[in-house]
């Protein structure tokens, strides 16, 4: 049985360190030019407006915990967040609710489906089963405080700009674009509101999550989100607390899991670090009590995650220790001899 009451033990962590600031910065430029070139992948068409993202962008970024920033390429090129939201959204909706109420309502476990599939939602008895799929995430959206649905919007825009250290502002076009596509996850908002599992007006709420998905981000500003996550809650450019250690933990297990969708599993294994992926190209990892990475670039593979970006993040994933499950004999074998 997996325990879940540990209210009452104190929790130790044991985190490594990055190398230091010149070799990092040499290490995020040179995952960068080694993957520059690639043309692997498509953009995601069946957006309109993604569709029509530049392929040859490609920027990457990594912030640590001490506030440490890298930038190489398009770093500070613009691009909507999309499904990246929802590791937010449910980091800040597990700071107003709590552990408990959230996993009951929104669920930890993969669907090993794709992300916005109808089929995990009733073969599950209405259960989104995870908050990193489109039914999960809308049920996520629902729980944020706010009497109206300005309110609620608001709120979810602000707690994002708390973890990127500065402002969002939505993409008009892009909110346009995909609302006009947005049938499906209209679909599951209301099969989710049928079922019992989503609180408010169905289509309102689907509304902001579409929102959500296109307010405007770079792959330094997805760096700085995850570094906040990296760092206990804290953003580490801005000082600012934006939710508590617990919440990090409960977001980056969950994102560990389900992050990259039906690929997760297969991420975990080769690559180690909690990510998020956004069809708009971006993907941001994290690596607690180090730092987090952000990227992007539109070209995406058939699960719709970045290809650059999965490239340039497995590199760094090695080249600075991120991975969460390596390590190295305490003593060598010629010392213990």
């Given amino acids: ?44 068409g069946y957006i309109p407006i993604l569709g029509a993202a530049d392929p040859a962008l490609f920027g990457l970024a990594v912030v640590d915990v001490a506030g440490g920033v890298h930038d190489a390429g398009d770093a500070t090129h613009p691009f909507s967040i999309q499904s990246i939201s929802k590791m937010f959204v449910y980091a800040l909706a597990i700071q107003e609710h709590g552990h408990e109420r959230v996993r009951d309502i929104v ?28 039914a999960g995430a809308i ?46 996850n209209e679909g599951l908002g209301s099969l989710l509101s049928g079922y019992g599992r989503l609180e408010g007006d169905s289509d309102a709420i689907v509304d902001i999550y579409t929102r959500q998905c296109a307010l405007n981000v770079t792959a330094h500003d997805l ?72 990227a992007f670039s539109p070209l995406l593979d058939s699960a719709g995650n970045s290809v650059r970006s999965q490239l340039a993040i497995g590199y760094l994933s090695r080249a600075l220790g991120l991975n969460l499950f390596a390590s190295a004999p305490r003593v060598s074998v010629a010392e213990e001899g």
């Fill in 107 to 134: 669920g930890v476990n993969n669907t090993g489906l794709p992300f916005n599939s109808v089929m995990a939602l009733e073969l599950n008895g209405g259960h989104p089963m995870n908050p990193m799929v489109n």
């Fill in 223 to 294: 760096a700085v989100m995850g570094a906040t996550l990296a760092d206990g809650g804290v953003n580490p450019v801005t000082g600012e607390r934006v939710v508590s250690a617990d919440v990090c933990r409960d977001t980056l297990a969950v994102v560990a899991a389900s992050g990259l969708y039906e690929r997760s599993g297969e991420w975990l294994f080769e690559i180690g670090i909690p990510a998020k992926s956004g069809v708009s190209g971006g993907i941001v990892a994290v690596s607690p009590g180090k730092g987090a990475a952000g």
């Fill in 1 to 44: 049985m997996i325990p879940t009451d540990l209210a009452g033990v104190e929790q130790e962590v044991s985190t490594g360190a990055l190398p230091g600031w010149d070799r990092v910065d040499e290490l995020v430029h040179e995952a960068h030019r080694r993957h520059a070139a690639d043309q692997s992948g498509m953009v995601a």
């Fill in 139 to 184: 049920a996520t959206t629902a729980l944020m405080p706010g009497a109206t649905s300005a309110e609620k919007w608001e709120r979810v825009r602000r707690g994002l700009s708390a973890f990127a250290g500065r402002e969002l502002t939505l993409d008009e076009e892009v909110y346009r674009s995909e609302s006009e596509t947005n049938q499906r």
